[in-house]
């Protein structure tokens, strides 16, 4: 008997979420809309990265490169966060698989360490149209593989936001393939998790999406998926079998268009018999979690964040790898 899944609604949407809204339907969708999706204009996706370095993280926050890897990573810790703790947080940006990195998560990913009380190793996958999504998809791989050098898998939990959303779940599933064992948790901020465009634009929120433009996803899917069929099990998570995957939180906010391949996400685990709950935050837009500085409703999604991250981490302890 399948598993149905928790699904929420978070009401309350304040000023400064609406304010970012519309900052975003005025500056940020525009520029998607009219960008170029081109080998040539995606070199310049990296400067994105390279501007965000202006970004202060919160106080008390510090940060440690991690070596070891075929890509580049940092450790993460919010205020307080001790450097030796048993329980980590595996994170992935998004950035439409092309954009992002670091530095342009790296406030984001200090609170969530501080929430959950734990590091977070955030990790730089290699993006397209440099590599495959299949060499995103190893990187984040060899990431969780690297931390189980170290950690126990119990003590692990995985998290993504957009693209990184996506990769949240392609990375254990994957994983799981190669006899790897499963994390404590997956936590997916407004994960893209379906090939199939069509479905967003015939979603209501495709014209309510202050950010997204849902006709230019077409062209996202064209540049990092070539070829690929939509319904593939090894490149689409709602097509995958889910079975294995532990217990999952997914964040999505009610105007954005990536709404539809939450609930859809959320009703192929349960089907799955995944424990899943899903969170849709009234007004809100994509990540909105980013705009924490101006929502206070970003705050909040965030401490619970940390809230299932310490209580998947706390079901089943266990020592440290050896």
């Not at 070891?68 to 030796?84: F, I, K, S, T």
């Not at 936001?161 to 254990?172: H, I, K, Q, R, T």
């Amino acid at each position: 008997m399948a598993l149905a899944p928790v699904i929420e609604e978070r009401r309350g949407c304040g000023r400064g979420a609406r304010l970012a809204a519309r900052l975003m339907r005025w500056f940020m969708r525009p520029l998607v809309t009219r960008l170029p999706w081109t080998p040539f204009t995606l070199r310049f996706a990296p400067l994105l990265d390279l501007g965000a370095a202006l970004l202060a993280p919160p106080r008390g926050t510090k940060t440690t490169k991690a070596k070891g890897l075929g890509c580049a990573a940092e450790w993460v810790r919010g205020r307080g966060v001790p450097a030796g703790s048993r329980q980590v947080i595996l994170y992935f940006h998004g950035g439409g698989f092309v954009a992002c990195g670091l530095r342009t998560h790296r406030r984001m990913i200090a609170r969530i360490s501080q929430a959950a009380g734990m590091p977070v190793l955030s990790v730089a996958y290699r993006m397209q149209p440099k590599v495959t999504i299949r060499t995103s998809i190893g990187d984040c791989v060899d990431a969780y593989r690297w931390l189980l050098e170290s950690h126990a898998p119990d003590d692990i939990v995985i998290a993504g936001d957009s693209a990184g959303g996506y990769l949240s779940f392609m990375a254990p599933l994957h994983a799981l393939r190669d006899g790897l064992p499963r994390p404590a948790g997956i936590a997916a901020l407004s994960p893209f998790t379906d090939l199939d465009i069509d479905v967003k634009i015939a979603h209501a929120n495709a014209a309510l999406d202050p950010f997204i433009p849902a006709l230019r996803m077409r062209d996202m899917v064209r540049m990092c998926f070539p070829d690929a069929e939509p319904t593939d099990p090894w490149l689409s998570p709602v097509h995958a079998d889910l079975a294995g995957l532990p217990p999952t939180l997914i964040h999505a906010g009610s105007i954005e268009v990536l709404r539809a391949d939450a609930e859809l996400m959320a009703a192929r685990l349960g089907a799955a018999n995944v424990p899943c709950t899903l969170h849709i935050w009234e007004g809100q837009a994509h990540v909105f979690q980013i705009f924490a500085d101006l929502s206070r409703e970003g705050l909040t999604a965030i401490k619970e964040i940390g809230t299932f991250a310490r209580r998947v981490t706390a079901a089943a302890p266990h020592p440290k790898a050896a």
